[in-house]
């Protein structure tokens, strides 16, 4: 009989002294499946493998009201493993909750508190400079236009006027490099 299946029986009989004299025995074991349990979580996962050790454990031993029965070392560690899946439902479910708005309460707006802020760009310039480059290369300015003010991808864009991706990256460049000079040193007509 294995050190751990001795403690094991001494948790079964009640012995308060016989939790902690598991952990260290079951610890790095636990902090390994806590750690492969973990690894198929999503990346930026809050718990950590050593908070989810913890926490299996003190579900399994610490807190003196559950009603442990395990019969052997495979026992616990199956027990383990359940009570750590169950802590990352857990876990999971609260974050769903709060990223579905929990406690949060409608509140009507009227329009004037919803109303667009202006932009803080000069859109007479950018008219102008607009106005310009159509002069120039209505191309270049069309793509603008889709891209600026319809807010299309870059790729839509493209497809809308009928140009290959890399004519149109080549085109997009080009003008944005034109309205930036422009816009940066606008020519002053009196």
Known sequence: MSNVTVILSKIQRGDPSAAAQLLPLVYDELRKLA????????????????????????RLVGNGESDPSWDHRGHFFSAAAEAMRRILVESAR????AKRGAGLVRQELCEEEI???????DLIALDEALEKLAQEDRLAADLVQLRYFAGLPLKDAARSLGLAPRTAERVWAYARAWLHQELKNPVQID
């Open 94 to 97: 609260r974050k769903m909750r």
């Open 115 to 121: 109303a667009a802020p202006e932009p803080h760009e």
């Open 35 to 58: 750690a492969s349990r973990l690894a198929n979580e999503k990346v930026g996962h809050s718990l950590q493998a050593t908070a989810l050790v913890h926490e299996a454990y003190l």
